[in-house]
């Protein structure tokens, strides 16, 4: 960093102040080799006291200008410090910024590469001459072609009740399994479209049935009247 004018000054000022304090001994050790008696000897005197006390007051100066330069040499490097150490904090908030941004980032890429998840809507019944039907419509998270669907239905409580049927909606590869007992079911089929995917459970009987599947499907229980 190139010095102020200040500092040059301050810098000329200790020199010129170590130097008139070399004259001033040098003097002063003249006078001591030069005294006289009578009134030259108190003239001396005056003369020795008045040179001692120039001296001191230049030595003083020149320490002053001394102190003063480096204190301003530590004040300015403290400020660069501080100056240094707010622009490391920009940079790393920057940084901490950028990585939750990459993150975030990664996370939607992640989601929309992931397949498309479904959840149930509410469930609606309707009354048959062989019992009653509950369709399960399903909703998907993205409009999404979803591929082949896999549902299961298990009759958890009503002995009497029975599995009769386990159809779709509108969809391509259908395959209802039922087991012997008629307490479980089984359906694979692919939704024609991924806005209309719905499921058809016939019963024989009040009961409560769980039915659960793929594609993130939580398992829920449905009382049948």
């Given at each position: 960093?190139?010095?102020?004018?200040?500092?040059?000054?301050?810098?000329?000022?200790?020199?010129?102040?170590?130097?008139?304090?070399?004259?001033?001994?040098?003097?002063?050790?003249?006078?001591?080799?030069?005294?006289?008696?009578?009134?030259?000897?108190?003239?001396?005197?005056?003369?020795?006291?008045?040179?001692?006390?120039?001296?001191?007051?230049?030595?003083?100066?020149?320490?002053?200008?001394?102190?003063?330069?480096?204190?301003?040499?530590?004040?300015?490097?403290?400020?660069?410090?501080?100056?240094?150490?707010?622009?490391?904090?920009?940079?790393?908030?920057?940084?901490?910024?950028?990585?939750?941004?990459?993150?975030?980032?990664?996370?939607?890429?992640?989601?929309?590469?992931?397949?498309?998840?479904?959840?149930?809507?509410?469930?609606?019944?309707?009354?048959?001459?062989?019992?009653?039907?509950?369709?399960?419509?399903?909703?998907?998270?993205?409009?999404?072609?979803?591929?082949?669907?896999?549902?299961?239905?298990?009759?958890?409580?009503?002995?009497?009740?029975?599995?009769?049927?386990?159809?779709?909606?509108?969809s391509f590869l259908v395959k209802e399994r039922i087991g012997a007992d008629g307490k479980s079911a089984t359906m694979f089929?692919?939704?024609?479209?991924?806005?209309?995917?719905?499921?058809?459970?016939?019963?024989?009987?009040?009961?409560?049935?769980?039915?659960?599947?793929?594609?993130?499907?939580?398992?829920?229980?449905?009382?049948?009247?």
């Amino acid at each position: 960093m190139t010095p102020s004018l200040w500092e040059v000054l301050f810098q000329w000022v200790n020199v010129a102040g170590y130097l008139v304090a070399l004259l001033s001994s040098i003097v002063t050790l003249s006078l001591f080799l030069k005294k006289v008696k009578g009134k030259k000897q108190r003239q001396w005197e005056l003369r020795s006291l008045a040179m001692a006390i120039v001296s001191i007051a230049v030595a003083l100066l020149a320490a002053v200008g001394l102190w003063y330069s480096q204190s301003k040499a530590a004040s300015d490097k403290d400020r660069q410090i501080v100056v240094l150490q707010g622009q490391l904090k920009e940079e790393k908030e920057k940084i901490q910024n950028l990585e939750r941004e990459t993150t975030a980032s990664l996370q939607r890429v992640a989601a929309l590469a992931a397949p498309p998840t479904l959840s149930f809507d509410p469930v609606t019944y309707i009354k048959t001459p062989f019992g009653t039907t509950i369709t399960l419509t399903l909703k998907p998270s993205r409009n999404e072609p979803l591929g082949q669907v896999v549902l299961q239905a298990q009759i958890t409580s009503g002995s009497e009740a029975r599995i009769l049927h386990f159809l779709p909606g509108p969809s391509f590869l259908v395959k209802e399994r039922i087991g012997a007992d008629g307490k479980s079911a089984t359906m694979f089929f692919t939704p024609m479209s991924p806005t209309d995917v719905r499921a058809h459970l016939e019963l024989s009987a009040s009961c409560t049935v769980a039915v659960t599947g793929d594609h993130g499907l939580p398992m829920i229980e449905v009382k049948v009247p």
